[in-house]
Every structure is written in structure tokens, then in C-alpha cells.
């Protein structure tokens, strides 16, 4: 290995160390990204990465053009984010009540936080991207505030924090986590989803983003929780080695013992080592997602038709799973 490959330029964001092995050198897009896991506790990382102000002009501005080819979201994206949006409060709504404050940071359209309003809780959003913060005030018509979350000043405290696919996005996650605990009220709840390290279902020539500052597993997603004083309420993790949601709970102190992650680096480089491209396609994995993607795009094209708005559209899903959300 090269020594400049053996640099680190920005220490590990859950144990610290610099001691690290360089996984790729390309993003999904075959642009230049170098991806790094560190050797003590098993966390990945782009390093380096752009600085502050252009990661910043990148996600208020750029980010959903370069990703989803558009600015403004289509119907298809709306009805997507209403089945997410149920999916989810399914799974957290055994932690909610009624009187509780919600946030939902980087909200996109909204619908998670209309779906929360629509169903008598009460919901905010923030949001960095001016468009999709435009279109979540404009035709959700629910209160958001555009912006970063480093910028939100703590004057008001909830019950719940959400972060969809967002944590993995930031430059410090640790950072973060400890301005969401500032946020909670005592025994607050925060909500996390983010993508993970350990998946198969992606192919392996698709496992790097450039907008994917941090990769983490369930073992480092729990462990940064506890670092930032939050304990494990809940934990999912969807098949394939796919999505990982937890429900963390506010604590007082930090518990978190890198210790207890020894043998981790060495779990994710032996499921990493194993998915290559060749073993990827021998299985039925590509052609089940094939196969999926194409039935969900023609059925999205079938009920979207029958909607003008996305108002319209999210207010259907939300009825036609009435009774699941209700239970």
C-alpha cells in the first residue's frame, strides 16, 4: 500500500484514531472518492471531503439535482415518501403521544411531518435545501424552518427528534448528536435511519456516495448513540444488511466502551470481501431488485395519474393506511 493511502486526514468521529484502510478510491458515479474504515471500532468515512462552506452550497442548492435530476419533486417521489412516511411512524408510534412536540430534521418534502400533523401530532420540520423546504411550506403547507441544524438556536425543546437519511450526510456526527440531545426534553426520544456498511443489496460497485460523508453499521450506529449519551431503545434492521433505524433514548451520562467493538473492522471487511461484483451477480439479489424496481415503477405511474397534487396523494396513502397508523 502506497503511505499516501495510509494517511488520515480526519481522525475517526466515534473512537478518534487515525489508524485506518482505505476501501475505495471511486464513488457509484466511477468519480474519485476515497473511502476509509477505521481499524479500532469499524466506523467508514470519506477523507477528505469538501470544506464546510461548499458541503453546505451542496445540500442548499445542488444536492437533488445531482442525485434525482430535478429540483422540484415529481408525484412519483411524493408517493414514495408517503409509504416511507407510514412505514415509519409504524415503527416509532409506540413512543409517541398525542401532546408531543416533534421535530423531523432534514424534512424534504414534508410529507413525514404532514403525515404526523394529519394524524392529530405536532410536527416540525427543518430543511437546508430551499427548494424542497419551498415545496413543504407551499403545498404541505406545514411549519418549516430552512436551515442547517448547526444553525437552529436552542430555545425550544421537543419530546421527539427524527433524522431520515440524514446523519450520514453530516460532517460530525457527534457533533450533531449532541446539539439533538440540547434539543430533547429528559427521556426524549430521537429517531434515527441511516443506510448501512454491511449492505448487500446494493450492488458493490454502488456502495460509495460523495454525499455519504459516514457509512456506519448497527454496532457503530449504536455505539456513536451512547458516546452522545443516548441508550438503545429500539433497533431495526431491514433485509439484506439494509437500513438501520434505531429509537434512542436521552440519558445523563455516556456509556459507550470502544472495547466492545474489537472484532467489528474485522466483521464488516469479511462481508465487504465476500459481496465482490462476481458473487454480487451470482446471486438472485440484483435480479430480485431488478424485478422489484421495475413492478414499483409501473405501479407508481398507475396511482399517480389519478392525483394533480401532492397533497391529494399523500392524503390518500395516509387513508388507505388509516387503520394501521391508528392502532
Same mark, same amino acid.
Given at each position: 500500500?502506497?503511505?499516501?493511502?495510509?494517511?488520515?486526514?480526519?481522525?475517526?468521529?466515534?473512537?478518534?484514531?487515525?489508524?485506518?484502510? =482505505?476501501?475505495?478510491?471511486?464513488?457509484?458515479?466511477? +468519480?474519485?472518492?476515497?473511502?476509509?474504515?477505521?481499524?479500532?471500532?469499524?466506523?467508514?468515512?470519506?477523507?477528505?471531503?469538501?470544506?464546510?462552506?461548499?458541503?453546505?452550497?451542496?445540500?442548499?442548492?445542488? !444536492?437533488?439535482?445531482?442525485?434525482?435530476?430535478?429540483?422540484?419533486?415529481?408525484?412519483?417521489?411524493? !408517493?414514495?415518501?408517503?409509504? +416511507? #412516511?407510514?412505514?415509519?411512524?409504524?415503527?416509532? $408510534?409506540?413512543?409517541?403521544?398525542?401532546?408531543?412536540?416533534?421535530?423531523?430534521? &432534514?424534512? &424534504?418534502? &414534508?410529507?413525514?411531518?404532514?403525515?404526523?400533523?394529519?394524524?392529530? /401530532?405536532?410536527? %416540525?420540520?427543518?430543511?437546508?435545501?430551499?427548494? !424542497?423546504? #419551498?415545496?413543504?411550506?407551499?403545498?404541505?403547507?406545514?411549519?418549516?424552518?430552512?436551515?442547517?441544524?448547526?444553525?437552529?438556536?436552542?430555545?425550544?425543546?421537543?419530546?421527539?427528534?427524527?433524522? %431520515?437519511?440524514?446523519?450520514?450526510?453530516?460532517?460530525?456526527?457527534?457533533?450533531?448528536?449532541?446539539?439533538?440531545?440540547?434539543?430533547?426534553?429528559?427521556?426524549? /426520544?430521537?429517531?434515527?435511519?441511516?443506510?448501512?456498511?454491511?449492505?448487500?443489496?446494493?450492488?458493490?460497485?454502488?456502495?460509495?456516495?460523495?454525499?455519504?460523508?459516514?457509512? %456506519?453499521?448497527?454496532?457503530?450506529?449504536?455505539?456513536?448513540?451512547?458516546?452522545?449519551?443516548?441508550? =438503545?431503545? $429500539?433497533?431495526? =434492521?431491514?433485509?439484506?444488511?439494509?437500513?438501520?433505524?434505531?429509537?434512542?433514548?436521552?440519558?445523563?451520562?455516556?456509556?459507550? =466502551?470502544?472495547?466492545?467493538?474489537?472484532?467489528?473492522?474485522?466483521?464488516?471487511?469479511?462481508?465487504?470481501?465476500?459481496?465482490?461484483?462476481?458473487?454480487?451477480?451470482?446471486?438472485?439479489?440484483?435480479?430480485?431488485?431488478?424485478?422489484?424496481?421495475?413492478?414499483?415503477?409501473?405501479?407508481? +405511474?398507475?396511482?399517480?395519474?389519478? !392525483?394533480?397534487? &401532492?397533497?391529494?396523494?399523500?392524503?390518500?396513502?395516509?387513508?388507505?393506511?388509516?387503520?394501521?397508523?391508528? +392502532?
Amino acid at each position: 500500500m502506497m503511505n499516501s493511502e495510509l494517511i488520515c486526514h480526519i481522525p475517526c468521529n466515534l473512537c478518534g484514531s487515525k489508524d485506518i484502510e =482505505v476501501l475505495s478510491l471511486r464513488d457509484r458515479q466511477l +468519480q474519485f472518492l476515497r473511502t476509509v474504515i477505521c481499524k479500532k471500532c469499524g466506523l467508514i468515512w470519506s477523507d477528505p471531503r469538501p470544506s464546510e462552506e461548499d458541503i453546505r452550497n451542496f445540500y442548499s442548492d445542488k !444536492y437533488r439535482k445531482e442525485y434525482k435530476g430535478i429540483y422540484h419533486p415529481k408525484l412519483k417521489h411524493i !408517493y414514495r415518501d408517503a409509504k +416511507q #412516511a407510514v412505514r415509519r411512524f409504524c415503527f416509532l $408510534k409506540s413512543v409517541l403521544k398525542k401532546h408531543h412536540k416533534i421535530l423531523d430534521i &432534514g424534512c &424534504g418534502t &414534508g410529507v413525514f411531518v404532514y403525515t404526523l400533523r394529519s394524524l392529530g /401530532f405536532n410536527g %416540525f420540520g427543518i430543511e437546508p435545501d430551499k427548494y !424542497y423546504a #419551498a415545496y413543504a411550506a407551499g403545498e404541505l403547507k406545514i411549519p418549516v424552518t430552512r436551515s442547517f441544524l448547526q444553525d437552529i438556536e436552542v430555545e425550544t425543546t421537543y419530546d421527539v427528534v427524527t433524522m %431520515f437519511h440524514v446523519l450520514e450526510h453530516t460532517e460530525n456526527p457527534s457533533a450533531i448528536l449532541t446539539k439533538i440531545w440540547n434539543l430533547l426534553k429528559i427521556e426524549g /426520544f430521537l429517531i434515527l435511519e441511516v443506510p448501512n456498511a454491511e449492505d448487500t443489496w446494493q450492488g458493490p460497485h454502488r456502495r460509495y456516495h460523495k454525499a455519504h460523508l459516514y457509512t %456506519f453499521n448497527p454496532e457503530t450506529i449504536q455505539a456513536i448513540g451512547e458516546k452522545n449519551r443516548f441508550t =438503545v431503545h $429500539k433497533i431495526s =434492521v431491514a433485509p439484506y444488511h439494509g437500513n438501520i433505524t434505531v429509537i434512542f433514548q436521552k440519558q445523563e451520562k455516556a456509556k459507550i =466502551v470502544i472495547e466492545k467493538l474489537a472484532g467489528n473492522y474485522d466483521k464488516i471487511k469479511n462481508i465487504l470481501n465476500k459481496n465482490d461484483l462476481l458473487y454480487h451477480f451470482r446471486t438472485s439479489v440484483p435480479y430480485k431488485k431488478f424485478c422489484q424496481n421495475i413492478i414499483s415503477a409501473v405501479w407508481e +405511474q398507475i396511482v399517480v395519474r389519478k !392525483y394533480t397534487t &401532492g397533497k391529494e396523494l399523500v392524503d390518500s396513502v395516509i387513508r388507505s393506511h388509516l387503520s394501521d397508523l391508528s +392502532q
